[in-house]
């Protein structure tokens, strides 16, 4: 069964202050993993696809990394309004092997103090 | 990317009763899925609508429990049946644009009271 796990469950910054955000998963056939931030009350809106190891995407100020077992999601001098949940998820065929889905793990809050 | 719409975006609802919940997309799609997300926990697939054929369901969800329509391309509800405190939770829509992109509607909260 394919297993996402995310650290630390909840993280707290200062404005300026870089830190890295952890996606560990295990999977059968991975085809891409993705990142997405979840504001309160909201869906998840989709930040990045990563399909190989040793890939990179940047965004403003957020750049994810992607290895054979894990992803991390760097974060670069954060502003207040980059506080949200950010979400990690990988993509592989279901048990019935008739579709993808993805497996999400359960996020990680963060908050970026002024 | 695509825009999504859910209705509702919330509800209360009694025990017993049954909710259907609408997706509605600015565009075409072939595959919509729909997810639930309980406090704590992460987002959890319930199954997969494909345009044309059965819906496809995950382990620990079946369709007399969470049936799903896939009338057209752009369009899909989800009913949450017979419900029980345990149902509430955000039910969220999505569509895969691109190749492995999905893109989330904004949800429905639901109370089971």
């Known amino acids: 069964e394919d297993q996402v796990t995310q650290s630390p469950e909840a993280l707290r910054l200062q404005e300026g202050e870089s830190s890295s955000l952890n996606c560990s998963y295990t999977?059968?056939?991975?085809?891409?993993l993705f990142w997405y931030r979840q504001d309160p009350g909201k869906g998840p809106e989709f930040l990045f696809t990563?399909?190989?190891a040793g890939e990179e995407k940047e965004k403003e100020r957020l750049k994810a990394t992607l290895t054979k077992k894990e992803s991390f999601l760097h974060i670069t001098a954060p502003k207040p309004e980059d506080s949200a949940t950010y979400l990690c998820?990988?993509?592989?065929?279901?048990?019935?092997?008739?579709?993808?889905?993805?497996?999400f793990g359960k996020g990680t809050l963060l908050t970026v103090n002024p | 990317s695509a825009v999504i719409s859910q209705k509702p975006s919330r509800d209360i609802c009694q025990r017993g009763t049954s909710l259907t919940i609408q997706c509605q997309v600015d565009?075409?799609?072939?595959?919509m899925f729909w997810y639930r997300q309980q406090p704590g926990q992460s987002l959890t697939l319930i199954a997969t609508?494909?345009?044309?054929?059965?819906?496809?369901?995950e382990s620990g969800f079946v369709i007399d429990k969470f049936p799903i329509s896939r009338p057209n391309l752009t369009f899909s509800t989800l009913t949450v049946s017979n419900m029980s405190p345990e149902d509430s939770s955000i039910y969220l829509c999505?569509?895969?644009?691109?190749?492995?992109?999905?893109?989330f509607g904004p949800g429905t909260r639901l109370t089971v009271l």
């Open positions: 999505s569509v895969e644009q691109y190749i492995g992109e999905q893109f």
């Open positions: 999977v059968s056939g991975l085809r891409g």
């Open positions: 990563l399909y190989s």
């Open positions: 998820a990988v993509q592989a065929l279901n048990s019935g092997g008739s579709n993808y889905k993805l497996t």
């Open positions: 565009s075409q799609v072939t595959m």
């Open positions: 609508a494909n345009q044309g054929s059965e819906a496809t369901y």
